[in-house]
């Protein structure tokens, strides 16, 4: 009853930019966290960085000072600005929502979305 619609992904360069959107729908009443995960080949996923409906951010210690999480205008979309990128940033990256949604019979309810994830490489 979520809908989450990914994008920005792709090739970079080490020392590149690129800007991750995430756009929800869906019966959404609120929106209480969105954020970024993302999983590397072998590897378990990780918390990237998270924004809650009061603009508080979250970041692991390895994106800090290089990545940006931030909302739109819109409220139901998430944004992940990523500068000076690592090879070791390489991963598919997955946007997740928690929040509130309305059902079919009008009954209000949590919800967590994940994204189908969006893959970033950076290599030379």
């Known amino acids: 009853q979520v809908q989450l619609v990914e994008s920005g992904g792709g090739l970079v360069q080490p020392g590149g930019s690129l800007r991750l959107s995430c756009a929800a729908s869906?019966?959404?009443?609120?929106?209480?966290?969105m954020g970024w995960y993302r999983q590397a080949p072998g590897k378990q996923r990780e918390l990237v960085a998270t924004i809650t409906s009061n603009g508080s951010t979250n970041y692991a210690d390895s994106v800090k000072g290089r990545f940006t999480i931030s909302r739109g205008n819109a409220k139901n979309t998430v944004f992940l600005q990523m500068n000076s990128l690592k090879p070791e940033d390489t991963a598919v990256y997955y946007c997740k929502v928690d929040g509130t949604l309305s059902d079919y019979a009008l009954r209000i309810r949590e919800f967590t979305s994940w994204g189908q994830g969006t893959q970033v490489t950076v290599s030379s």
């Open positions: 869906g019966s959404i009443v609120s929106i209480r966290v």
